[in-house]
Each structure stands twice: as structure tokens, then as C-alpha cells.
């Protein structure tokens, strides 16, 4: 589990930057499609941006015997779970 | 099984880049525990393609790969029996030396070993992005030879590293090779001569298995190159 959360912490900072920058400008200055962002394309084009610009330290989730693949159903899992966290505090 | 009796079997591998020559045609090489086998060759021959089509991330149009004894279907580090350095740094750069020894070595007790060592000791809490190349390196092989993996990979292990880390790192590499086997290839052949047991000449696609280093003269260093 931990090696899947460090995995996922690199797509989630960008994640968060990105979904935070086009909420706004798609949303005209709120973050009510935050979280839809942040599930979808925000999550999808982090995952593009991470694999560009850190393709290398892939070797080290390798050599610890993880895959891309199983790697990047972990982070759909996490980015899932943060989603339904941020859907449930705007329907609040 | 035994440790004696693993081993690292791979036959005919065939593998080319989209729309180019074939740049590996029929390569076989075999590793046991203990031996330290030089991979050499020039530019382009194709070494550092073979040993990622082993570990398993560049996949081969064709490859027999075998694994203390058992046939390897899937990518070869699923198995976690064997490790790959690359040539790039692989470490993250915003880290520090400290977690990546912790989110790479599991055991208490294995990281003990790291906090002890008199290279890492003093550079324990530094980014990996101020490390020089020597200590990047070292840390790299280090923390690879702590994982359970029986056979490593290792990829220009001594490029861009000053002598007095070149020597700790083959210390490093001959002190394990009792418990694992290793496939070496460095452009700097000097230092994986120094300290392999087995050379490998990767030629035309080809790996053709050299029983001493005076033979490297008629295929691969000018003549007279080794005369004492």
C-alpha cells in the first residue's frame, strides 16, 4: 500500500494544480467542477505528465516488483476515494 | 531450491527498433549464483536493450527467458528475482538519501546497515539532487543488492564515478557475488575486468563468450592492449 501512495503522490500534486487551474478557468472563477476535474482529465493528464518527466524512477518501482499498470490502478483507486471525499463535502 | 542452483538462462532473444535492422539476433547468455559476467561492446550493440528486454520493460519479438528453472512468461522483475540499474539515475531527485533508504529497504534491521556505512553516514539527510555521481551510484547498487533479488542488471554501474567510488562499488559487488549472480556492462572495461569471472562480447547481435581478456584483442580493444 505504501509503495502504491508514493506512487500516487506525484500524480496527485499535479492532479491537484492542474484540476485547480482549469476548475477555474472552465468554472469562471469557482471550484465547483473541482472534483469532476479532478477524477477525469485532471487525473488522465497527470498521469501522461508523470510518465513524460519522471519516466526514469519508474526503475524503482520495477525493481521493487510493481508494474505501470498495477501502479496506476492503485492511483485510480486513491484518486477515486479523494474524489468521493470531495464530492461529499460540496453536496454537504 | 538452492542458491547455488539458481540460475538466469536466456536464449534467443530477437529484438529490433520499429522499422530498423534487427539489432538483437539470437542472443543467449546464462548467469549462476557467484559469477560476475562482463558484458561488453560498442556503441549501439545493443547492451543495454538486451538487459531490458531480461528485466522485462522492453518487450522482444521473441525471448526465452528462464529463471532457476522455470520458464518467464510475464515481465521478468515480477518475479522479484532480479533487479535492474539503469543508466539514468532512477532515485528521485526531491528525496532524501534517509527515505529513499526507507521506502526502498522494508527491514529495520537492513537499514541499520545503510546508517552505519561510511559514504552514506555523512550524506544521510542530503537530497539526492546534491549527491555527486559517485555517491548517486553507490547508493543506487546499494540499495538494489538489499533487495531479495538473486540476479542484477547493472548498467554503466561506473560511469561518471571517481576512482576511489569505482573501487568501493566493485568492493561492493564482489563481496555479494557469493549469494548472487551479476550481468555487468560498462563502456569503461578496465573496471568490469577487474573484477568478473565470465566476458561476454555482444557483437552483430550476437553474444559471443570469451575465455580470457587476451581474446578481446581480435575482437573488440586494438592489439597489444593487455600485454604485461
Request: proline share 2%.
Amino acid at each position: 500500500m505504501y509503495i502504491y501512495w508514493n506512487y500516487y503522490k506525484t500524480i496527485l500534486i499535479v492532479n491537484v494544480s492542474l484540476s485547480a487551474a482549469l476548475s477555474v478557468t472552465f468554472g469562471l472563477g469557482n471550484f465547483s467542477m473541482l472534483p469532476y476535474i479532478f477524477a477525469t482529465i485532471g487525473f488522465v493528464l497527470s498521469c501522461f505528465l508523470v510518465r513524460f518527466f519522471e519516466n526514469n524512477t519508474m526503475y524503482l518501482y520495477y525493481n521493487l516488483g510493481f508494474s505501470r499498470t498495477k501502479l496506476l490502478l492503485g492511483s485510480l483507486l486513491f484518486n477515486s476515494l479523494i474524489t468521493l471525499f470531495l464530492l461529499t463535502i460540496i453536496w454537504i | 531450491m538452492d542458491i547455488d542452483q539458481k540460475e538466469l538462462y536466456a536464449d534467443s532473444i530477437e529484438f529490433s527498433y520499429s522499422g530498423n535492422r534487427q539489432l538483437l539476433t539470437g542472443v543467449y547468455l546464462h548467469i549462476k549464483v557467484g559469477e560476475i559476467v562482463g558484458l561488453l561492446g560498442r556503441n549501439g550493440s545493443g547492451k543495454s536493450t538486451l538487459m531490458k528486454v531480461i528485466f522485462g520493460t522492453l518487450r522482444p519479438k521473441f525471448a526465452y527467458i528462464r529463471l532457476n528453472g522455470k520458464r518467464v512468461h510475464e515481465k521478468t522483475f515480477l518475479t522479484n528475482e532480479i533487479c535492474y540499474l539503469p543508466q539514468q539515475n532512477f532515485l528521485p531527485t526531491a528525496t532524501t538519501v534517509d527515505k529513499a533508504v526507507r521506502f526502498m529497504v522494508r527491514e529495520k534491521n537492513s537499514r541499520t546497515k545503510f546508517l552505519e556505512d561510511e559514504i552514506l553516514k555523512p550524506i544521510w539527510q542530503t537530497k539526492i539532487a546534491d549527491l555527486s555521481g559517485g555517491e548517486l551510484r553507490y547508493l543506487e547498487i546499494l540499495l538494489l543488492l538489499n533487495q531479495k533479488a538473486t540476479f542484477f542488471l547493472l548498467d554503466e554501474p561506473f560511469s561518471g564515478v571517481s576512482p576511489v567510488y569505482k573501487e568501493k562499488i566493485q568492493d561492493l559487488i564482489v563481496s555479494q557475488c557469493a549469494k548472487k549472480g551479476f550481468l555487468i556492462s560498462d563502456h569503461d572495461y578496465t573496471n568490469v575486468l577487474a573484477i568478473c569471472n565470465k566476458i561476454l562480447l555482444l557483437q552483430n547481435g550476437c553474444c559471443r563468450i570469451l575465455n580470457d581478456k587476451k581474446e578481446l584483442e581480435l575482437f573488440y580493444v586494438p592489439e597489444g592492449t593487455f600485454d604485461a
